[in-house]
């Protein structure tokens, strides 16, 4: 299990400040490029000067030439986060050009968390896309739902990597025992004023219940 902070900010000093604070509580920083404003070849070597952790690359524009820019330039990107949804080709395209970067194919459910049926749908076509590392993220409605996916992890991370979590209240539980079913990765922000998601921890408070788990 790995504890990847993400950031996602919108000004790229904003994203080298939170990149030099993570650097000592993590072991993966996921980087939202796309939402970046300012980005450029400047601050693209501020951002290999000051990182030496493997890099995750969210990818919420699904601009080939682009991802395709960011991948050469920039130092230590190690997972490139494509949706589900993304056109197949660049997937492939992708794969074939680095394929020393790990691919996570990503599903995501704001409303709720699907049928044990649906996700089993869903993981088959993560499979054929040839993800590397499967993820899901659902929104739990009650706790039910979080134990399923949990139930799900433990099955699936026996045969492969992959990282399932739940939204919101009723899916904290995922956030703070998803490693010991399987997750890959765990994701916790800095401060809570950056959180990417509903329902999780900061990295000092994920860092404290692992503990206490252990």
Same mark, same amino acid.
């Given at each position: 299990m790995k /504890?990847?902070?993400?950031?996602?900010?919108? %000004? #790229?000093?904003?994203?080298?400040?939170?990149?030099?604070?993570?650097?000592?509580h993590c072991d993966v920083i996921e980087i939202w490029l796309d939402e970046i404003k300012d980005l450029n070849a400047k601050s693209l070597n501020e951002i290999n000067k000051i990182n *030496? /952790?493997?890099?995750?690359?969210? $990818?919420? %524009?699904?601009?080939?030439?682009?991802?395709?820019? &960011? &991948?050469?330039?920039?130092?230590?990107?190690?997972?490139? +986060? /494509? +949706?589900?949804?993304? +056109?197949? *080709?660049?997937?492939?395209?992708?794969?074939?050009?680095?394929?020393? #970067?790990?691919?996570i194919i990503s599903y995501h459910d704001f409303k709720k968390t699907p049928s044990e049926k649906e996700l089993n749908r869903i993981i088959q076509k993560m499979i054929f896309l040839q993800a590397d590392?499967?993820?899901?993220?659902?929104?739990?409605?009650? $706790?039910? +739902?979080? &134990?399923?996916i949990l139930a799900l992890l433990s099955h699936i991370g026996k045969q492969q990597k992959a990282i399932f979590l739940c939204m919101g209240k009723h899916g904290r539980i995922t956030r703070t025992t998803g490693h010991l079913f399987g997750n890959y990765l765990m994701y916790a922000p800095m401060r809570a004023a950056h959180f990417t998601a509903l329902g999780q921890l900061t990295i000092s408070e994920l860092k404290k219940i692992l503990q206490s788990i252990n």
């Open positions: /504890l990847c902070v993400p950031i996602k900010r919108n %000004k #790229i000093n904003a994203v080298l400040g939170e990149m030099k604070k993570a650097q000592k *030496s /952790l493997p890099l995750l690359y969210k $990818v919420t %524009k699904p601009d080939l030439a682009k991802i395709k820019q &960011l &991948l050469k330039n920039i130092k230590n990107i190690a997972y490139l +986060d /494509l +949706d589900i949804y993304c +056109d197949t *080709s660049i997937i492939k395209k992708i794969k074939k050009a680095f394929p020393q #970067i790990k691919i590392i499967l993820k899901i993220a659902t929104h739990a409605r009650k $706790v039910e +739902d979080s &134990l399923r």
